[in-house]
């Protein structure tokens, strides 16, 4: 009897610690925003899984859109214990997604490239934005570097600088936390396009790379690459350098562990000045149609599950964890739910063009949603002798 039940205790063995791994992982999956918790109950308490109104699942479909997502993403796992661990992430992934659904009608929240992975492994692979001791906004350079008061009585009621032929394609940081490095590439590229007449594309790598600069306020805290950084400080090493390459000839890696590539002799664009702009929606607005594209951070929590529309969350942190580049704004933006028109900021991802509205995403204007408002830089570029 003894031989023929060992492998019966193995695959016991070996369930149980799946059931556990798979718990631990829903339990790291769903406490990470508690205060959505304490709004919109567990969709578990409600007899199912969801999302986006159309996933109140029973195990077999969860099954069923685990293949689809595998398929349609391209996801393999290197045993059925990683597998059953993601199946089990990918299910609490279902049920966020339909607590975002009932907190941001306005959008569309479901299944996206995301859904395999728990909010840790999230924010540590694709955010990045380095947290500020100091609060969420201001400028931590001092008064040199706070934007001028702007007039706002001509504002366009609508703009957008993809319009204007002055925001590259959308790109993909894979999983580096460099989203600090695109929301500062991406500025530059637009304050370039405005000096020169020409959009070029420029090297993120070279700030992953290159950029060690560090907060005048907190000495220890410094672009770190992969590991985060901020753009006001990304500026200030292109000040120090001399500017950035292009993506040619200093190409996208999507990872830190390189030596410094930087060739001065080929510098693309070139920073004159930078500013940080005050916590005003209608300064926000002129500074972005004066100056161009905007770099901005942003509380990222609902952007995981986010496929399209307008988000304005109900309930929404404010602590900062994503670079990303606002490029416009629009005066409505239809929300069948809440029946009336919201204006909303258009912002450029960099997650690739599989993600949101084709790597962008639209959030409301008029309350610094998730701290929309909180941190923004704007940058002018001076016109190299490159031709």
Known sequence: MAPLLRPLLLFLSILVVSSAAAAAAVVEAEAEDPLILQVVPDAKEEGGVGGGGHLGLGAAAVEAHFVSFERRFGRSYASAEERAHRRSV???????????????????????????????????????????????????????????????????????????????????????????????????????????????????????????????????????????????????????????????????????????????????????????VSIDEDQIAANLVKHGPLAIGINAVFMQTYIGGVSCPYICGRHLDHGVLLVGYGSAGYSPIRFKEKPYWIIKNSWGESWGEDGYYRICRGRNVCGVDSMVSTVTAIQTSQK
């Open 90 to 276: 990918f299910a609490a992934n279902l049920r966020r997604a339909r607590r975002h659904q009932r907190l941001d009608p306005g959008a569309v929240h479901g299944v996206t490239q995301f859904s395999d992975l728990t909010p840790a492994e999230f924010r540590r692979a694709f955010l990045g934005l380095r947290r500020k001791k100091g609060g969420v906004g201001g400028s931590i350079f001092g008064s040199s570097h706070e934007a001028p008061i702007l007039p706002t009585n001509d504002l366009p009621s609508d703009f957008d600088w993809r319009d204007q032929g002055a925001v590259t394609g959308v790109k993909n940081q894979g999983s580096c936390g460099s989203c600090w490095s695109f929301s500062a590439s991406g500025a530059l590229e637009g304050a370039n396009f405005l000096a020169t007449g020409k959009l070029k594309s420029l090297s993120e790598q070279q700030l992953v790379d290159c950029d060690h600069e560090c907060d005048p306020s907190e000495a220890d805290a410094c672009d770190q690459g992969c590991n985060g950084g901020l753009m006001t400080t990304a500026f200030e090493y292109l000040l120090k350098s001399g500017g950035l390459e292009s993506e040619a000839d200093y190409p996208y890696t999507g990872t830190d562990g390189g030596s410094c590539k930087f060739d001065k002799s080929k510098i693309a664009a070139s920073v004159k000045n930078f500013s940080v």
